[in-house]
């Protein structure tokens, strides 16, 4: 992670950015290496998906020595490049994947603890990214993604569309891997999905969620009539609080968030229009205001390219109403440009 006192230099002369960009080499900027950064690079690195892996970071001797461990990795994994890089790197990238913030901590509460500190490192890293007329997309990680994907976008000046957080997507998978665990059922034969906040507010879609194409709540009652509604709040929980647990357990979380945001960067360097619950400023005609949280969105190469519609129980919007007035109070303490 960056210290929010120290500015990010280039650790090495970048290649010429006109150059790259008429080769179009599927690109990915990393920026902020530590342990989320680097693991992310790492599970790039072995999906194959990326041409060009940049990492951009304030400490020339960890991403020197980041880029030298992954060169070592290469030859069993995928022909990739892998450079030290710096913000002019950022132009030409396809995917812009930031993790800066401040540091995870065992005893921390709750998503939005660090706030203030994650909100000043990020301005200082989206103010030099803008700077480079970026074409590609930004995806954020940083805590609270939420709040941190809204700040992300205004203090960029890019289109709303290509500047997403990482959002509930983790939560979303462990949400259907609970599922799967509890009823025998392999993860890829459940769909579910989490939405709105990345933290304590957030929305398991309970009434949508299916298993085999089986509504999840009938699949439920057929087998377990009398403690079902139990059994999937008890999972929700569960799926909610796992990434406190690990904290709690380890100190830090990264191969889960890692994974999740190279498969967004995937989505974006193949065009893919898969869809994710990330981060995005909502559509005006969902009525939630001005606020990031998690919706289905399509992905491709430009970022969002449409949000789906949600199909919500009373239950469900209501408590996404809450979750996106929680957000907003929080967005209301930043400040943008006007």
């Not at 959002?167 to 939405?195: C, M, P, Q, W």
Request: hydrophobic share 40%.
């Amino acid at each position: 992670m960056l210290e929010a006192t120290t500015p990010l230099v280039s650790i090495e002369a970048a290649e010429n950015t006109e150059q790259r960009l008429a080769h179009r080499l599927p690109s990915v900027a990393i920026v902020g290496p530590g342990l989320v950064g680097a693991t992310t690079a790492y599970a790039l690195l072995m999906s194959g998906a990326a041409a060009e892996i940049v990492l951009i970071g304030r400490d020339r001797n960890r991403v020197d020595g980041e880029v030298k461990d992954l060169r070592d990795a290469a030859l069993y994994s995928h022909p990739t490049r892998i450079v030290a890089g710096g913000f002019a790197d950022c132009a030409s990238a396809n995917a812009i994947i930031v993790t800066v913030g401040a540091s995870q901590q065992r005893d921390k509460i709750s998503r939005l603890d660090d706030l203030k500190i994650s909100a000043a490192m990020l301005k200082e890293v989206m103010t030099e990214i803008a700077a480079q007329q970026p074409k590609g997309v930004v995806v954020i990680a940083s805590n609270p993604v939420d709040v941190l994907t809204y700040a992300a976008w205004k203090w960029s000046g890019l289109p709303a569309g290509r500047v997403i957080g990482s959002g509930t997507i983790l939560d979303s998978s462990r949400f259907r891997r609970r599922l799967g665990e509890r009823y025998g059922i392999a993860t890829e034969n459940v769909h579910a999905y989490v939405v709105g906040e990345h933290g304590d507010s957030q929305v398991p879609l309970l009434s949508s969620a299916r298993i085999g194409g089986i509504p999840l709540e009938e699949f439920c009652q057929e087998r377990y009539p009398s403690v079902c509604k139990e059994t999937l709040r008890g999972i929700a929980d569960s799926a909610r609080n796992g990434g406190q647990d690990i904290l709690r357990a380890k100190g830090a979380t990264n191969y889960g968030i890692s994974a999740a945001l190279t498969r967004i960067a995937t989505a974006i360097l193949r065009d893919e229009q898969a869809v994710f619950t990330v981060s995005t400023v909502v559509p005006e005609t969902m009525d939630l205001g001005q606020v990031s949280l998690s919706v289905l969105a399509v992905i491709g190469r430009e970022g969002v390219h449409r949000v789906l519609p949600l199909r919500l129980s009373e239950e469900e919007d209501q408590a996404l109403r809450r979750s996106a007035h929680i957000l907003k109070g929080h967005i209301s303490s930043l400040e943008f440009p006007s």
